[in-house]
């Protein structure tokens, strides 16, 4: 009886499909009948019902993040978030999303606490608390309203409503109302000072609805001949004229002329404003990186290269690279100088929060006899940046101090996220530079990863007769349990591009590279280009594992001249 009840609920839902057969494959020692009872009622599942339940399952797991941006956010996110939010595809993406959407709005970023987020929440419970009636409080126009903008400087309550003396600019006069309230803010940003904004209870429920329409509060409105305004009264004006009105009211003719506050487009544009969410504060302030230079500009190579560190940090190493012959030199104490400031920003996608600015100054220094030899050179710069695995927007604004030329480069920035049960890797680095640094300097210094100096050739261009280094750095590679080295082989390939004619080949043993152990292996060798003939070539590496069979093939393309 136990084994068919348990048959049975493991239809329900793929999770708990997964633990019921985890149970039935612990029950090995129950009788063969029971078992077999047990497989009649568990009936194969068709093609249809899989993805129905796989769909299901999928909405069942969208389910916070949907609550998320249709609940917790719904009034503070900003279309271009909502827009940006609903295009991400993993749940990580969703997570780093929310992560930054905060953090955007934190106004002391430095510390722990998020001041913003925790008012935030602390008013979704207030509006709950107070401002429900029939539906949650944070769905009403007044929960909305305190969720956005927070408390008001001031509360009028009318919960009974009752008698009411109109002010001038509603024509004055005596009425009797449905229960309302006004809520007063000294000032809203984006919206102005003194703003007040009217609630209105008209069904007697206790569902107060926001409104631009001051009448909509009057209970006598209509019936003839009573609440009548002080014009009215005094036979200047009939009540039959409040219907005629086109500004979107019943009022009667202001007793003192029309003040700006009561201005249909006033009213209106207050109106619309405050359905909108409120703009993030603290906006970006670098202009230079939110213009489009289109004149002026000075050419620069730019190259983003990924070094992981921990599963949670990966050392981000940003190159810049300029042509001494594109800067401009200047006489000052018998030295020819050239001069280049860099302004680099790392934000998220949306461009709402500075992950990590940096800025530098490039100087070129050539005496003047060899100021030809030196324009023919190349200044290079690079910034390492510890980051998030992520997807980023990378800016790099760089200024001819000397000639005032400018150059603005942008790109998307994909850091990689290492998986601790496969085979993970660094940027294959093809270098010009590639040397053992002394202790002293390890982990420290441009060009520098842990103990060497990886110097990456921007471009990928070398000339026939220079040498070029192969940097790699791979991870989580399985290990001999008594050597405690990786078990697997690298192949390194230079094929001719377009025909994909093998040039070279070469085989290494991973647990003979120095220094290899199980949790990482670091690669790098230098490569004779003195038999390549001028043209375009791919070096592409395999790297195997053996043990867990799992196989690596960075890759990268170069041209020799």
């Known amino acids: 009886m136990n084994a068919t009840r348990l048959s049975i609920s493991c239809v329900s839902s793929g999770l ?21 009872r047990r497989e009649t009622v568990a009936k194969p599942l068709t093609e249809k019902q899989k993805r129905k339940r796989e769909e299901k399952l999928r909405k069942e797991l969208e389910t916070p993040y949907r609550k998320w941006l249709n609940e917790d956010v719904a009034y503070i996110i900003t279309d271009e978030e909502r827009a940006a939010f609903k295009k991400l595809q993993t749940d990580e993406e969703r997570e780093q999303f929310i992560e930054q959407f905060w953090l955007r709005r934190d106004p002391t970023p430095d510390t722990v606490e998020n001041e913003f987020k925790e008012e935030h929440y602390r008013r979704i419970a207030y509006a709950n608390e107070h401002y429900a009636s029939g539906i949650p409080g944070w769905k009403t126009d007044r929960g909305r309203i305190y969720i956005t903008f927070g408390p008001p400087d001031e509360i009028e309550s009318h919960p009974s409503g009752g008698t009411y003396e109109r002010p001038p ?23 102005g000072t003194n703003i007040v904004i009217e609630f209105v209870d008209p069904t007697m429920s206790g569902e107060y609805r926001m409104t631009s329409d001051p009448s909509e509060k009057d209970a006598l409105l209509y019936v ?32 003192g002329g029309e003040t700006e506050s009561m201005n249909e487009f006033n009213r209106i544009e207050q109106f619309a404003k405050l359905q909108k969410p409120p703009a993030v504060k603290f906006k970006d302030l670098e202009a230079a990186v939110d213009s489009h230079i289109s004149y002026n500009i000075l050419p620069m190579q730019v190259r983003v290269d990924y070094v992981p560190i921990t599963d949670a940090s990966v050392m981000t190493y940003v190159t810049v690279q300029f042509e001494n012959k594109d800067l401009q030199f200047q006489s000052k104490e018998g030295v020819q100088k050239a001069v280049v400031n860099i302004f680099g920003r790392i934000t998220t996608m949306t461009r709402r929060r500075a992950v990590s600015p940096f800025e530098d100054t490039v100087t070129v220094d050539a005496p003047t006899e060899m100021l030809q030899d030196y324009a023919k050179r190349k200044s290079i710069y690079q910034k390492s940046v510890p980051l998030p695995p992520g997807t980023y927007r990378l800016n790099v604004v760089a200024k001819d101090v000397v000639a005032g030329n400018m150059n603005n480069y942008e790109v998307a920035i994909h850091v990689p996220r290492l998986d601790p049960d496969k085979i993970g890797q660094s940027t294959l680095i093809l270098a010009d530079q590639l040397e053992k640094v002394p202790a002293r300097s390890i982990g420290t210094g441009q060009f520098v990863i842990g103990g060497s100096k990886v110097r990456p050739r921007v471009g990928e261009v070398f000339k026939h007769d220079e040498k070029m280094g192969i940097y790699l750095k791979l991870f989580n590679l399985s290990a001999d349990e008594t050597t405690h080295k990786p078990v697997g082989q690298v192949e390194f390939e230079v094929l001719k591009k377009g025909s994909n004619e093998k040039i070279a080949d070469l085989t290494e043993d991973l647990s003979q590279l120095e220094d290899a152990s199980g949790s990482q292996v670091t690669i790098q060798k230098y490569f004779n280009l003195n038999s390549l003939a001028p043209g375009q070539y791919t070096i592409r590496l395999k790297v195997t594992d053996k043990l867990r069979n799992q196989v690596l093939t960075p890759s990268a393309d170069f041209t020799v001249t």
């Open 16 to 36: 708990v499909l997964a633990l019921c057969l985890l149970a039935q494959d612990q029950s090995g020692d129950q009788p063969k009948k029971t078992q077999q």
């Open 169 to 191: 600019e509603e024509g004055g006069g005596e009425t009797s109302t449905f229960p309302f309230e006004q809520w007063r803010y000294r000032y809203i940003e984006d919206i």
């Open 224 to 255: 003839p001949g009573a609440g009548l305004t002080m014009m009215e009264q005094l036979g200047l004006s009939d009540k039959t004229a409040r219907f005629n009105r086109t500004d979107g009211t019943h009022l009667g003719v202001p007793f």
